[in-house]
């Protein structure tokens, strides 16, 4: 391959990326940066072969809510453009952002809705630095072949400590003490303040973050029960119950640890809170759209409810600042923080130094990953597929990923095109309507690569296709 073929080809596929009939159809092939630098990378031998099939210059990342310096240093590694914004973007911004970078990271805030997602012709994959994936539209990511990832635990154990302290705050009202002494009142009392040793925790969602709690609850002296969907072993002591219902009518304290699901929205409403204890403590720091504010500030005001902490609202301002927290945010802000025994905290729980940089180093490693070689292990709304890298020494081999409907018949399309050539290695999987396939062919020259391209773009069940060589 000498390097005005390869210009040719990056050519032709270029014109296949801006003409072709699905504008989410991503190929990339070597710049003449790239290739120059393989003879020494060649020299390195039996060394695994990093999977970058373009000047990794050319790649481009927007990372936006302050994702951990952990992230950017990995990303600038990979030689990868980082643009970096500390706070989420407006949507227009976003949209206008979004439009040509390759990877996009994001953590809560950003909402990557169909809307938002259209205009991202080249986009490749969404990193979801955080647990929560809810911001994202999977689906419709999935349908244009763009793979999300998150980081599942990274931030569990921050939380379920956010929780413990909570717990003992709530139960000995630590919030509005410390209020009154910033403000120069001395309350002294021990009216309506508990120890928690013997009390009743009921966690709502054993995941996870719930589990976790559940131990260190238990270590406390706490008598765990929890509640969730599926039947989940019970740590320690702990014990399952059948019902929310009865979760609530046992609980002292309950805490809530499910995702934001339709089924989850306004889970605590009025009939749950008139189903809980007399005194008992409310605790969310899952999503904001799980407990119905308006009803626990009646079942507070007519002293139901002891106290609430909540880390989490339905509406949550995109940046920090003053005065953000206001009634046009949320219309009942003013009645909330106007409330005894209350902490609000602004979605803090996974927000440690441990726990950021865990995540930065993981979900952009995942990202990486994906980018460079293809593999999809641990996407939430994709098939995982992987294969393993390329040797150095593994000439004229180029790596297929096909991304395409789940529909009879492709494989053996597919494979009709590729089986002129020498398929080393092939692993498709499929989830819902999307599948994915990664192949490795081998003795493979330039006409080959770009016939290849050709037939696999002119395929009808064809999402997306990158080639990696
Ligand atoms: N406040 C924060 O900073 C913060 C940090 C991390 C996670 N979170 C939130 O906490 C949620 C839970 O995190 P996790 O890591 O424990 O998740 P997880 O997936 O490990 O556990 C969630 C559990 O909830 C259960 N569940 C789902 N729907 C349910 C329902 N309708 N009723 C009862 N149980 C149900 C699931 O079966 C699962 O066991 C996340 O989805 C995220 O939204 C918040
Ligand atoms: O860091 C964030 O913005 C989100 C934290 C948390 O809600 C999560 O889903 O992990």
Redesign the pocket.
């Known amino acids: 391959m000498n390097s005005q073929d390869i210009n040719n080809l990056q050519n032709a596929f270029q014109y296949n990326v801006n003409l072709g009939s699905s504008p989410n159809a991503v190929s990339t092939s070597p710049t003449q940066s790239f290739m120059n630098t393989l003879p020494r990378r060649l020299s390195l031998s039996k060394q695994q072969k990093v999977l970058k099939p373009f000047s990794t210059g050319d790649i481009k990342i927007l990372l936006l809510e302050n994702v951990n310096q952990t992230a950017i240093a990995n990303f600038k590694e990979q030689g990868y453009q980082v643009d970096f914004h500390k706070g989420s973007l407006p949507e227009d911004e976003l949209i206008e952002k979004i439009k040509d970078v390759h990877a996009i990271g994001i953590r809560s805030k950003t909402k990557l809705t169909e809307k938002v997602l259209k205009h991202a012709k080249n986009l490749v994959v969404i990193g979801c630095f ?3 994936t ?1 911001q994202v539209d999977l689906e419709y990511a999935a349908k244009r072949g763009i793979a999300v990832f998150n980081s ?2 990274s ?2 154990r921050s ?1 379920a400590e956010l929780v413990i302290a909570e717990i003992i705050s709530l139960a000995r009202q630590v919030g509005d003490r410390s209020i009154e002494l910033h403000t120069g009142t001395w309350n002294k009392v021990s009216n309506r303040c508990w120890e928690v040793r013997g009390k009743t925790l009921g966690i ?7 589990s976790q709690l559940s131990v260190l609850a238990e270590a406390m002296g706490l008598h765990v029960i929890y ?4 039947t ?1 072993m019970a740590l320690g002591t702990a014990k399952q119950v059948p019902t929310l219902d009865e979760l609530l009518s046992r609980s002292d304290f309950v805490s809530l ?5 339709p ?2 929205k306004n ?1 605590i409403s009025a009939p749950q809170f008139a189903s809980m204890k007399d005194g008992a403590y409310l605790i969310n ?3 904001g759209t799980v407990v119905d504010i308006p009803s626990l500030i009646m079942a507070m005001k007519a002293k139901k409810i002891a106290g609430a902490a909540l ?2 609202y339905p509406s949550e301002p995109g940046k920090n600042g003053a005065g953000l927290f206001a009634d046009s945010l949320n219309s009942w802000t003013s009645d909330l923080v106007s409330l005894p025994n209350v902490i609000l905290t602004p ?5 440690t130094e441990e726990a950021q940089s865990a995540i930065g180093v993981e979900v952009s490693h995942a990202l990486s990953k994906y980018i460079n070689e293809g593999a999809s292990v641990g996407a939430v709304n994709f098939p995982e597929v992987s294969l393993k890298a390329l040797d150095y020494d593994q000439e004229n081999t180029v790596r297929v990923l096909y991304i395409h409907k789940n529909v009879p018949g492709v494989l053996k399309t597919v494979n009709n095109i590729l089986s002129d050539h020498n398929i080393e290695k092939q692993y498709s999987d499929s989830r819902g309507d999307i599948a994915y396939l990664m192949a490795d062919i081998s003795s493979v020259n330039q006409s080959d690569i770009k016939d290849i391209y050709e037939q696999l773009n002119n395929t009808e069940a064809k999402i997306s296709i990158r080639l990696l060589y």
Not at 257 to 261: L, R
């Open positions: 955080c647990i929560g809810n599942p635990f931030n569990s939380v709502i969602g054993y995941g996870h973050i719930g509640y969730d969907i599926v989940i640890h499910v995702p934001e699901t089924e989850t889970m720091a899952s999503r880390d989490v979605h803090i729980g996974g927000s």
